[in-house]
């Protein structure tokens, strides 16, 4: 009985530890950030540092998207999915401009299915034509979850109807289930714990920008991720709403706590109980003297959450251009209002960011939309360097094994060492702009450039 009982407190021990470490490179990659807590790291080996789409060295396979693309792959059960645009027609009874969730079979780049939506009526107001899917899918088992262009929290079945298309489960409508108003994009990537799932409502400003259609609608909602009924939902923006609200959830245990965290729409990043949604603190991300949209941001970015601190930077809608920003280290163990409290550092020399952070071997790696990418001691702010892609950085530095990844609005993907002296080991190039994140998974590199899905591994 004492050796059940051991081996059951190891086995519960290990399921924790692969629910909130980062992703210790063993496989798929399932959700925005690999695992809850979104650091953006993998330990797999043999993934390339150099390749060539025109020659094809290093190349697996390439897979066709929409005109446009920004929902970043994800990699589980054998299959790749990616959000983009109807600019590629599959199925000619789903024509016109439509959010496009794709499905490809992993080993050889093969369309499976697809789930396409079509685009809100109110317009650029509410879902921006052509810009498809932004959301990152989060896949458990035979359950994939995504939010649509539609601001709909949607479960799918991942095997698909067997035509080619998608397999719906549920529907939660957001517009409908409490009143969001999503500016421009319903953009987030869900995250779970236990039975439930995690969005952001992207409720938001209208077209005129001064005005806010929704704000009893709540900045966040949990959502039974087997009946897709609402829980419970969180409102602490009312008429705050700077802008959007366009940040994704992210899950871990701070302390005793577990703890799900998100940047909001008045420029403050906050921390919930994950069951109940009671807010554990709060920190405004902008100097006290800071003026929207001057020297104000909002906040796009994720949270990264390690060693009970919350890694954030803030910034703005990549269309108002560049900016100040400011990144911080937050100890999340503070409650209430832990702005002053709670800083463990403050960055300023990083500009407006809607990157997320990897954290690896006492560095954080962190983008700003300027182009430069920050390596900084995690525990104390210091700078080590910066490197300068010149270019406009959408997307998120990813460490594997020890090299960090990163794209750019150029089309360049840039590799560097991961380590406090800059070296930068190769450049490629990819043919046209690269807004999402490079993704590591089952031993290959997934790169998604404005039309096109690239597996990359290396060549025996």
């Known amino acids: 009985m004492k050796r059940f009982i051991l081996l059951s407190t190891v086995c519960l021990f290990i399921s924790f530890w692969l629910l909130f470490a980062s992703d210790p490179g063993t496989g798929d990659w399932p959700m925005w950030g690999g695992t809850p807590d979104r650091n953006m790291i993998s330990l797999m080996k043999g993934i390339p540092t150099s390749w060539d789409i025109k020659t094809r060295k290093n190349v697996k396979w390439v897979a066709q998207l929409g005109s446009q693309s920004y929902g970043n792959p994800v990699v589980s059960g054998g299959q790749v999915y990616v959000g983009t645009n109807n600019e590629l027609v599959r199925n000619p009874k789903e024509g016109g401009d439509r959010g496009v969730l794709m499905c490809f079979r992993e080993s050889d780049g093969k ?41 709909e929290l949607i479960c799918l079945d991942t095997h698909g109807d067997g035509n080619g298309n998608a397999k719906v489960i549920w529907k939660f409508d957001m517009i409908e289930q409490v009143g969001s108003s999503p500016h421009n994009m319903s953009n987030s990537s869900p995250v779970s714990y236990g039975d439930l799932i995690f969005v952001s409502t992207s409720n938001g400003q209208d077209e005129s920008h001064v005005h806010i259609p929704s704000p009893q609608a709540p900045s966040m909602v949990a959502v039974n991720k087997k009946t897709g009924k609402l829980v419970w939902e969180v409102n602490n923006v ?24 998100m940047g909001e729409g008045d420029g403050w990043v906050r921390g919930y109980e994950v069951l109940t949604g009671k807010k554990l603190w709060e920190f405004d991300l902008n100097p006290k003297d800071s003026v ?74 962190y983008a700003d939309f300027s182009g430069f990418l920050h390596c900084l001691d995690v525990n104390t702010g210091k700078p080590y360097w910066t490197h300068d892609l010149l270019s406009a950085v959408w ?59 690239w597996a990359l591994s290396q060549t025996k």
């Not at 499976?112 to 109110?122: D, F, G, R, V």
């Not at 090299?403 to 043919?431: P, Q, R, T, W």
């Not at 999402?436 to 998974?441: L, Q, R």
Request: hydrophobic share 35%; with cysteine.
């Open 292 to 365: 929207w949209p001057k020297t104000r941001n909002e906040v796009i970015s994720t949270p990264v959450i390690w060693e009970n601190k919350v890694f954030i930077a803030n910034g703005q809608d990549p269309e108002h251009g560049e900016g100040v920003g400011h990144l911080y280290s937050i100890d999340a163990t503070k409650r209430g209002d832990i702005t002053d409290l709670g800083r463990l550092w403050r960055y300023d020399k990083i500009r407006r960011s809607i990157s997320t952070g990897a954290i690896y071997n006492g560095l954080l790696f």
């Open 111 to 151: 369309f499976l299915w697809q789930h396409t939506n079509e685009k809100l009526p109110a317009g650029r107001a509410n879902d921006w034509p052509f810009q498809g899917v932004c959301s990152s899918p989060l896949v458990e088992g035979d359950r994939l979850y995504y939010v649509s262009n539609r601001c």
């Open 395 to 453: 997307g998120s530095p990813m460490v594997i094994s020890g090299k960090v990844y990163l794209g750019d609005e150029d089309g360049d993907v840039v590799v560097l060492e991961a380590s406090k002296e800059k070296k930068l080991i190769d450049k490629m190039n990819m043919g046209s702009s690269v807004y999402a994140t490079a993704v590591p998974a089952d031993g290959a590199l997934f790169i998604m450039n404005r039309n096109q899905l």
């Open 238 to 261: 009312g008429e705050r709403i700077l802008h959007g609200q366009w940040s994704s959830p992210s899950i871990g245990k701070v302390g005793d706590v577990v703890q799900v965290v």
